[in-house]
């Protein structure tokens, strides 16, 4: 079975200031990884994904996330944050089994960006 | 536009009164599903569909009903709500059930009194 531990479920930040948003999981077998953004009354948004190739994921608006396989690790981060990234981020896990579509959400980390 | 359409946004009811939330998808996709999230628990998945008149249990799928009936409507079904129902409810696409990234609604707000 899998899961996903996010372990914060708070970061407050300083705007221009780096973040990482900290995301771990467990599976018995190879997986998809996932980040989602949620923006306040919205639905959940794509940010980024891993599915195989270089562990290096980047979105379009700067955050980037990092497949580390020996721990388990998909952690979020972004050099420079922005008001406008102020929302909550969900990591999720997909076995290569089941596809992508069936996923294990993390319970959220809320950021807040300072201005 | 493409979009996923859940009606409504927000509902109050009361306990046994039987009520439908619509989903509703204009992009031709094979996948649907529904989730709900409550704090501290992130999002869990209640049934999903992987085509028309294929429909499976998620993770906590007891107390609800759905259909797939045709390719773009996927209706969450309460057959008799209790407050424990209460929730953000959401319903998400995508184009078939392997990787293609998943399209949600603007989610609906349920309070069962």
């Known amino acids: 079975a899998q899961s996903v531990t996010q372990l914060d479920s708070q970061v407050p930040v300083f705007e221009e200031a780096p973040v990482e948003l900290r995301c771990n999981y467990s599976?018995?077998?190879?997986?998809?990884l996932f980040w989602y953004v949620q923006y306040p009354n919205q639905g959940l948004q794509l940010l980024l994904k891993?599915?195989?190739?270089?562990?290096l994921v980047e979105s379009i608006n700067g955050f980037e996330a990092e497949f580390n396989k020996s721990q388990t690790s998909f952690h979020l981060r972004k050099p420079s944050v922005h008001i406008s990234d102020t929302a909550e981020y969900f990591c999720?896990?997909?076995?290569?089994?089941?596809?992508?579509?069936?996923?294990?959400f993390g319970t959220g980390t809320r950021l807040t960006v300072i201005p | 536009e493409a979009q996923v359409t859940q009606n409504p946004r927000y509902l109050i009811t009361v306990t046994g009164k039987k009520l439908t939330v619509t989903c509703s998808q204009n992009?031709?996709?094979?996948?649907m599903s529904w989730y709900r999230q409550d704090p501290g628990l992130g999002l869990r998945q209640i049934y999903y569909?992987?085509?028309?008149?294929?429909?499976d249990k998620g993770d906590v799928p007891e107390g609800y009903k759905v259909s797939r009936k045709e390719k773009r409507n996927f209706p969450l079904i309460l057959e008799s709500p209790s407050p424990n129902q209460t929730s953000l409810y959401f319903c998400?696409?995508?184009?078939?059930?392997?990787?293609?990234?998943?399209?949600f609604g603007n989610g609906t707000r349920l309070t069962v009194t």
């Open positions: 999720a896990v997909s076995d290569q089994w089941t596809g992508a579509n069936n996923l294990f």
């Open positions: 992009m031709n996709h094979e996948y």
């Open positions: 569909s992987m085509n028309v008149e294929v429909t």
């Open positions: 891993y599915l195989s190739g270089s562990t």
């Open positions: 599976s018995s077998v190879s997986v998809y």
């Open positions: 998400a696409s995508a184009r078939t059930g392997g990787v293609s990234p998943l399209h």
